[in-house]
């Protein structure tokens, strides 16, 4: 145990806690890293041309959740809304699993690959949310690295049951599996939960109070938030244009679905065995010494890289190494850091202004940035040209990531003076 303490920096009484979260985002990833595989291949078979289509029903599904999250968040508490969330997702993947036992139809693989999409972001985005209110930032900068590690053996473990599986037990029942997966992620929550109901400072059981679209006047008022928010609408802006680009690579390189479907789940586990390692041994290092504007930038100036190299050469091979790079470096290095972002904020901001960030603007810049690369490629036929056109954008994000990071420091000092301020004054009274 003491080898395991200096390994990964955890104390004897961060194990609970660590071991807790880090198996409900295992489970978590493993559910849904098992349908990902058939929701890339239902994106191509919709039509490569028809994507921005679908990237647009998700942002619509994302709009009219917040507002329901935001009404939930301020009539139950979130010991009890957080379960019944994951609850309610599991049985929206029972009601797939018998809708694809009796109808097959082009618009029932539509609807969930939307779902799917605002499944993935909406709990992920609450574990995150949740764990930012267990752990301090200094447990945060330590932690997050192992706990993220959690949510790549599951991202690992998903594809795995996924390859290993449908064929003997079809497509269909792998929904049961993931169902299953979510309900066991539940459990290790409500362990967290029991561990932080023992530390008084960090109760969770008043409802957040504030209107439904309380996280966007959150975002809209505060420059720290608008910052986070451009750095995920630039993120995830690039990340739109590298998808479509691998859409149409992919289907110019595979005419078989097999193929096609069997090439993510090779990049699947390559980018996700990668990130494992960086999280278990790289993640913690660099962001307490490298700090967190190295580590925000890191990926911008990595896709900067990655598009030089696919306006370059074109070929399936630079394709996977760019997003092995890029996936495996955002999930261990990026992800962990933007979640340390969310330590130096109200619990308001935690929950309400994270949920819209990570939901809606995200799906948004989704949406935007597939109706872009669309219209771009009616214009420009070489995806060639249109990677190069990328580069600026990947450095603004860049610079962005560089001025978060200065705001972040800027108010972690402010903070940690107003604490001991505010021990001082406790201690004289």
């Known amino acids: 145990m003491s080898v395991l303490r200096h390994i990964f920096n955890i104390s004897n009484d961060e194990w609970r806690p660590v071991v807790a979260s880090f198996f409900y985002f295992f489970f978590l990833m493993s559910s849904y890293f098992i349908l990902r595989p058939v929701r890339d291949e239902m994106g191509i078979q919709a039509g490569v041309d028809n994507m921005q289509w679908l ?26 809304l957080i379960p019944g969330i994951y609850v309610f997702f599991s049985l929206n993947i029972l009601a797939f699993y018998f809708l694809f ?52 053996s599951g991202a690992i473990f998903g594809p795995i049951i996924t390859s290993t599986l449908s064929e003997q037990i079809g ?47 959150l975002v809209a008022k505060s420059q720290y938030l608008r910052h986070i928010g451009l750095f995920i609408l630039l993120y995830t802006s690039i990340s739109t244009f590298l998808y479509f680009e691998q859409a149409h690579i992919v289907s110019e390189a595979f005419s078989a679905s097999e193929d096609r479907t069997s090439y993510f789940g090779f990049r699947d586990l390559l980018v996700n065995t990668s990130t494992l390692v960086l999280q278990f041994f790289v993640t913690e290092r660099l962001l307490r010494k490298a700090g967190i504007i190295f580590c925000l930038m890191l990926v911008p100036l990595v896709a900067s890289l990655g598009f030089l190299s696919l306006g370059v050469n074109q070929s399936v091979m630079v394709l996977l190494i760019v997003q092995v790079l890029y996936r495996s470096l955002n999930f261990s290095v990026q992800r962990p850091s933007r ?10 901001e935690k929950y309400n202004a994270k949920n819209f960030i990570d939901t809606a603007l995200y799906r948004g810049g989704d949406a935007i940035s597939g109706w872009l690369f669309a219209m771009i490629a009616s214009v420009i036929s070489s995806l060639q040209v249109i990677s190069f056109l990328v580069i600026p954008l990947s450095l603004t994000w860049a610079m962005i ?17 107003n604490e001991k301020h505010d021990v001082i004054t406790k201690k004289s009274a």
Request: aromatic share 18%.
């Open 55 to 80: 990237f647009t029903g998700t942002f619509v599904a994302m709009l009219l959740i917040v507002p329901v999250f935001g009404y939930l968040m301020r009539k139950f508490s979130r010991e009890k």
């Open 171 to 217: 497509v269909t029942n792998l929904l049961l599996i993931s169902a299953s997966f979510l309900i066991l992620a539940t459990f290790f929550l409500i362990q967290l939960m029991k561990y932080a109901e023992g530390q008084p400072e960090r109760r969770i059981i008043a409802p957040i109070q504030g209107s439904v679209w309380e996280g966007l006047r």
């Open 401 to 417: 990531g560089f001025r978060l990071g200065k705001f972040f420091n800027a108010r972690s000092i402010n903070l940690d003076k």
């Open 339 to 348: 979640e340390v972002l969310f330590t130096k904020v109200s619990i308001q």
């Open 101 to 152: 036992s009796f109808f097959s139809s082009p618009l029932i693989s539509a609807i969930f690959f939307i779902w799917l999409s605002v499944f993935n972001l909406f709990v992920i985005s609450i574990f995150w949310s949740f764990n930012s209110e267990i752990f301090t930032t200094d447990q945060a900068q330590r932690l997050y690295g192992p706990i993220a590690a959690g949510g790549s």
